[in-house]
């Protein structure tokens, strides 16, 4: 059977959106939705469960899957784990295989969500990655490792204040140069000074309206990140501007953790460092991606790795104490060996945080449909690899998450030196705080008390759209906050 061949048409009478849970189950074995596909799906609420029947090519297997008694029911949350179940099941009967599951039955970007969710409902730290092997297929390693972090989380961020402990992120849309693995909306920073500074003002109004936000709600600011895009990219004199104004203007709110995305030596200098150790910025993010000048160049990176350890060594010679590096497994013609030889020189860097990043292609990105030239099995060898360097370093797991068109199906990684865990990722990624977002494709998310759901507000990605739209936009980010807080 050939690939165009791979598709299933749908049939259900469940009340909930189950396309996608079905639809990640499938992808698993190659098939693709269709309303006229080979294959055809239905699925069935029972008395008890979910029942899956697939039908192709005169073959019929059924799969049931009973929900959980403790779920309360079936949920829409109950329903999607049951459905998933029935649909790996049914195709694993149909194709006689068994695909391998790194993550289990989770295919959402925030795993860590559901450790905190099941926490919260009194499943023990001990027990739960048998609870996540048994009711996800999650092996007990990924489980063990959702556990730790969530619970140094915990630690971190108390649960006793989470609704008042505020992140803000600041977005800088530009970009000296487009990456061929990035999908971010940015664009090629404007070299003129004028438009430059006419988005610093328009960042400076935003600010300015974020500080009444704060006050109003009573909310504790307990870190500020700056990134993009590339904030770096900005000249001198308008990235000054702009860490001026957001130091001044945030300045006594109590904000412990001011991070800078730096992360493209091509466009750092000691005038841009000064501004941010005068700004009192105490966290930057210098990133080789790859200790490799052919990939760097192969990617679209402007910069050669000298340059990337000029940068870092000028960090180091700062007064900014926490120094985060991104490494990227997978990069387009790099080997085992390549990697492995990325991870020793970070490694002998010994920078406070760590983050290892597995490559990840979005429709919107250049290299989306390149051949991958790592397969999946020596992918998840380097991210284990990764591990183990980071805990050579000192280092251990704060923060995880994963992505869509992920290679292997594997994550992202965060370590960090005891202490220097970013309060801001876990803000972001964990959404159980309220995060503020200032700048055009930011994102200001506004929890409910229950701790797993929230309203979410989005900028616009256009800088001329969100210039035109801002008072409108913070009166909906003042109700999105009115709303929930």
Same mark, same amino acid.
């Given at each position: 059977m050939n690939n165009n061949q791979l598709s299933f048409s749908l049939r259900h009478n469940l009340p909930w959106e189950i396309t996608r849970p079905v639809c990640d189950m499938a992808a698993f074995f190659d098939y693709k939705p269709s309303e006229r596909g080979r294959a055809l799906l239905t699925l069935t609420r029972t008395a008890s469960g979910v029942t899956a029947v697939l039908e192709e090519a005169g073959r019929r297997v059924t799969a049931d899957v009973a929900w959980s008694a403790a779920a309360g029911g079936l949920t829409s949350g109950e329903a999607s784990r049951c459905v998933k179940l029935a649909v790996l099941q049914a195709f694993s009967a149909l194709t006689c295989r068994r695909p391998q599951l790194p993550w289990g039955i989770l295919t959402g970007v925030r795993p860590g969500k559901l450790a905190h969710k099941l926490l919260d409902e009194g499943v023990s730290a001990a027990l739960l990655p048998e609870f996540?092997? $048994?009711?996800?297929?999650?092996?007990?390693?990924? =489980?063990?490792?959702?556990? +730790?972090?969530?619970?140094? #989380?915990?630690?971190?961020?108390?649960?006793?204040?989470?609704?008042?402990?505020?992140?803000?992120?600041?977005?800088?849309?530009?970009?000296?140069? $487009?990456?061929?693995?990035?999908?971010?909306?940015? =664009?090629?920073?404007?070299? +003129?000074?004028?438009?430059? #500074?006419?988005?610093?003002?328009?960042?400076?109004?935003?600010?300015?309206?974020?500080?009444?936000?704060?006050s109003m709600h009573s909310l504790s600011l307990r870190s500020l990140y700056i990134g993009g895009g590339t904030p770096t990219s900005l000249g001198e004199k308008a990235f000054g501007g702009l860490l001026r104004a957001a130091s001044r203007l945030l300045a006594g709110t109590g904000v412990s953790e001011f991070t800078v995305e730096a992360g493209r030596p091509d466009c750092f200098s000691p005038g841009k460092l000064a501004a941010m150790e005068a700004a009192g910025v105490n966290r930057i993010s210098v990133n080789p991606q790859t200790f490799h000048d052919g990939t760097l160049k192969l990617i679209g990176r402007r910069h050669t790795v000298?340059?990337?350890?000029?940068?870092?060594?000028?960090?180091?010679?700062?007064?900014?104490?926490?120094?985060?590096m991104d490494l990227i497994i997978g990069l387009p013609q790099e080997s085992e060996a390549d990697i492995a030889y990325s991870l020793e020189q970070a490694k002998s860097l010994a920078p406070e945080n760590l983050t290892v990043h597995t490559l990840t292609l979005k429709r919107s990105a250049p290299l989306f449909g390149s051949a991958m030239t790592l397969d999946a099995d020596a992918a998840a060898r380097m991210v284990e690899r990764g591990r183990s360097v980071a805990q050579a370093m000192g280092l251990a797991p704060y923060y995880l998450y994963r992505q869509h068109y992920m290679l292997g199906h594997l994550a992202n990684i965060g370590y960090a030196k005891p202490g220097t865990e970013s309060v801001y990722n876990?803000?972001?990624?964990?959404?159980r705080h309220p995060v503020i977002g200032i700048g055009p494709a930011s994102a200001s998310k506004a929890p409910l008390a229950d701790g797993?759901?929230?309203r979410k507000l989005n900028m616009p990605k256009n800088v001329a759209v969100y210039a035109r739209s801002l008072p409108e936009l913070c009166r909906k980010r003042a109700a999105l906050f009115a709303s929930n807080i």
């Open positions: 996540l092997n $048994r009711k996800y297929l999650l092996p007990e390693t990924q =489980g063990s490792l959702l556990r +730790d972090i969530a619970v140094r #989380q915990k630690a971190l961020l108390p649960d006793a204040t989470r609704l008042q402990d505020a992140g803000i992120y600041i977005g800088v849309p530009y970009c000296p140069s $487009r990456c061929g693995y990035c999908s971010f909306p940015a =664009g090629i920073v404007p070299q +003129d000074e004028e438009s430059q #500074q006419n988005f610093v003002n328009l960042i400076e109004q935003d600010i300015q309206n974020v500080v009444q936000l704060l000298t340059d990337f350890y000029r940068a870092y060594a000028m960090v180091r010679q700062s007064a900014i104490p926490v120094v985060n876990i803000q972001m990624m964990e959404e797993h759901h929230l």
